[in-house]
């Protein structure tokens, strides 16, 4: 069975698309992953990773393939992990998350684990019926004293926009502290929110650009030139603390 995982923000200084990126390559070294960019307001990725094709098709093109299998010929290897790119117009991203029958046959089958990106969350977001279908939506925020309670409040509602009617159990929603290089000055310690908040914590990610780099020209986070990386180990972390979650949840 596959597990899709959703990474979307609330508010803040962002850090959703390298987060995916990072989670999918933690994945990768251990089981099959993909990561998926679904973010409305473009891609990112074809930018950020030199050997990514930009004549190769995408979201758009995987979306309007009939059977699953179809969708495979729009997965572009990247290291350990396959990478399916959005490109072009918010319209074609948004009639592509829109499919009308949905993502989910799509996606399962087609990896262990797919990550995917559906950037910021707003009121009408053609992202929401993603997110509706993941296993788990993991909000991405700086740990800052704003961004969290906003974070934090709209997981509070169920996930609910008055606006959309988009709605989504607390519990499958978890909240990712990444540091990005902001504000410094405004920072809570990561590693001091506990329970307080109400809300899982699944862990944090260090500033480290360096790594997200090597990642995108696609080494393996196992590769040697990882040893002093700092977000590896953090990545890591997370990605152990899915894979348990979802374990258990087929015990029960
Ligand atoms: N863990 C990190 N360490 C260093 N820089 C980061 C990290 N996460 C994100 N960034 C940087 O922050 C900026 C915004 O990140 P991005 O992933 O594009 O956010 P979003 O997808 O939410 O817009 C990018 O320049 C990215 O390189
Ligand atoms: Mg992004």
Do not use: N
Not at 128 to 150: F, M, N, Q, T
Not at 191 to 217: I, K, M, Q, S
Not at 239 to 252: C, F, N, P, W
């Amino acid at each position: 069975m596959t597990q899709v995982i959703a990474l979307a923000s609330v508010k803040g200084t962002g850090g959703v698309t390298s987060s995916a990126l990072g989670l999918a390559a933690a994945f990768g070294m251990r089981s099959d992953a993909l990561v998926l960019e679904a973010d409305p307001s473009g891609g990112s990725l074809l930018g950020w990773c030199p050997t990514l094709d930009p004549t190769a098709g995408g979201l758009y093109e995987a979306a309007f393939e009939r059977e699953r299998p179809g969708l495979s010929t729009f997965v572009q290897p990247l290291g350990d992990i396959g990478v399916v790119v959005a490109q072009g117009e918010p319209y074609r991203i948004a009639a592509a998350l829109e499919r009308p029958r949905g993502w989910r046959s799509l996606l399962d089958g087609i990896a262990d684990r797919v990550v995917v990106d559906l950037g910021r969350l707003f009121p009408g977001t053609p992202a929401r019926a993603v997110a509706g279908v993941s296993d788990r939506l993991i909000l991405v925020a700086p740990p800052e004293p704003g961004a969290l309670a906003a974070t934090v409040e709209w997981i509070g509602r169920g996930g609910q926009h008055e606006a959309t009617g988009m709605r989504i159990e607390s519990s499958r929603i978890g909240l990712l502290t990444v540091d990005t290089g902001g504000d410094r000055r405004q920072r809570i310690d990561p590693h001091r929110l506990g329970d307080e908040l109400g809300v899982e914590h699944v862990g944090h990610l260090p500033f480290d650009g360096a790594t997200l780099e090597t990642v995108c020209r696609g080494a393996s986070l196992a590769h040697r030139s990882m040893r002093r990386s700092r977000l590896a180990p953090a990545l890591s972390a997370v990605v152990e603390r899915l894979i348990v979650e979802s374990r258990s949840k087929v015990r029960r």
